[in-house]
């Protein structure tokens, strides 16, 4: 029992008084001891009383004096060690149950430290480790981090605005501040359901694990508190980048300590308590993102076989109909629009595709954009035949002999190349996503089964009196 202002004996003084060392006022309450480990002196007749309640003080606090019949109020009585006793072992240190003291700003200082550099300290010789003053603590650990963090985020808005001159102008300053407000409440969020969801059932998990493996010395609360001590190196989250990674480790290192000391186990116990549950967190979040892909292949990531995605206009198959309807017949060939200046090399090319669209000569298809229009028409000439499908660019086209004026809406005009996506072996089995250039002049994705994709198509190719597309990728034009 020692002045917090200079660290003077007050063991056996006289409160309420000045510490005789600095003159600082002290009381006994404000001193946090083990239970049992200290005796309490009236100060009328000095008749002693054993400190029996969480804070190892007399219980009640205020009474009757057994021997005198004064009054008693548990600040103003001395206190002396019990026969036998240290004074380490007598006083509790840690620095947050001790906060009446130290003030809250210290206490939660003291007790972040603690929780990366000493644990043990938290909840050594605290008989009684009380849920609601640890919840207290996680709540400041995590306000900070979150006030921190958020202050970093607003900093990087403002110098971002600074620096680019405010472009955009105030809609787009209004957008920043609103993605990055956005993302204000949803770490919020994250912390509300991190300290009152995970936390407990991880206490819950872990304390089941401690039932099973043995004894210990109290029930869930403190176990509860122990994961909510060990919330403090969550401090860590403020260092940029390696925060959210170191911080991660250091709280179960700590939980582990916190617990073992506190439920007086094995560290080995406490180990498996605090990781059982957390691994085989991880574990299941594996297995259920490994499950999901599984699914997303099989099911079409949410999509059933054949599904059809719009996208948004396509100036291609815009540009075939509107060719087809002002001449009265389909093109023969894409090179007809370029030749027309409806489309231009672009258009030919597809998002799905490795690499650079290129010509038979090798050259790049953008070529075509500085082509005069005789060597427009001569190439297309030499490339013209009577196949129902031919490849230009990276995209296969599908328009011949069809009337585009008049077709059915999902009528496929161009599709890109599916020989990456499929298994020439075994197409049935080979999950497609196509980007389709349809006779409504929309883009659209069609996921699905290569051979139950094809075959929904030649289904409406069949009824428009069109040749079938191959279920047999080696047959596609290349």
């Not at 994709?453 to 030649?458: E, F, K, S």
């Amino acid at each position: 029992m020692r002045c917090p202002a200079c660290d003077y004996s007050l063991w056996g003084a006289s409160p309420p008084g000045p510490c005789p060392e600095c003159g600082r006022e002290f009381c006994t309450t404000e001193f946090i001891f083990a239970p049992g480990k200290v005796r309490f002196l009236c100060p009328s007749c000095g008749e002693a009383y054993q400190g029996t309640d969480y804070e190892g003080l007399p219980d009640p606090r205020v009474f009757a004096c057994v021997t005198c019949g004064e009054r008693v109020d548990a600040d103003d009585m001395p206190a002396e060690l019990a026969e036998g006793v240290a004074e380490t072992d007598a006083l509790v240190t840690s620095p947050w149950i001790r906060r009446k003291a130290l003030g809250l700003r210290v206490a939660a200082h003291k007790t972040a430290v603690a929780s990366l550099v000493n644990p043990s300290q938290i909840v050594q010789g605290v008989t009684d480790v009380r849920v609601g003053a640890a919840v207290k603590f996680a709540i400041i650990v995590w306000a900070l981090v979150l006030a921190v963090v958020f202050l970093f985020l607003m900093v990087v808005v403002a110098l971002t605005l600074f620096f680019t001159g405010g472009g955009g102008g105030l809609g787009a300053t209004g957008v920043f501040f609103a993605v990055f407000a956005g993302l204000g409440v949803q770490m919020c969020i994250g912390a509300v359901l991190s300290l009152f969801i995970v936390v407990p059932i991880h206490a819950l998990l872990a304390h089941g694990v401690l039932m099973v493996t043995g004894s210990r010395r109290a029930g869930l609360g403190t176990t509860l508190a122990c994961m909510y001590y060990g919330q403090g190196p969550m401090i860590l989250n403020i260092l940029p980048i390696c925060g959210w990674y170191v911080s991660g480790v250091w709280v179960w290192v700590s939980s582990i300590v916190l617990l073992k000391t506190a439920q007086q186990v094995s560290g080995w116990r406490a180990a498996i308590a605090v990781l059982f549950p957390a691994v085989g967190a991880v574990v299941l979040a594996v297995v259920a993102y490994g499950m999901f892909i599984m699914w997303a292949l099989t099911a079409g990531a949410g999509f059933s076989s054949g599904q059809v995605m719009d996208t948004g206009p396509s100036n291609l198959a815009s540009a075939m109909v509107s060719y087809t309807t002002e001449t009265g017949s389909t093109p023969s060939h894409a090179l007809d629009l370029l030749i027309d200046k409806r489309i231009d090399s672009s258009m030919l090319e597809s998002s799905q595709a490795a690499g650079l669209a290129v010509l038979a000569d090798g050259s790049l298809i953008s070529a075509l954009d500085t082509m005069a229009p005789e060597e427009l028409t001569s190439l297309r000439d030499s490339l013209v035949d009577e196949e129902p499908l031919y490849k230009f660019g990276q995209l296969i086209f599908a328009h011949r002999m069809a009337d585009l004026s008049a077709a059915p809406p999902d009528l496929w005009i161009a599709f890109s190349d599916p020989a990456a996506q499929v298994a020439a072996s075994d197409p049935s089995f080979s999950w497609v996503s196509l980007e389709v250039h349809q006779a409504n002049g929309r883009l659209a994705v069609v996921y699905g089964s290569w051979s139950e994709v094809v075959a929904d198509q030649n289904i409406i190719r069949a009824a428009e009196g069109l040749a079938p597309i191959p279920t047999d990728i080696t047959q596609l034009p290349q």
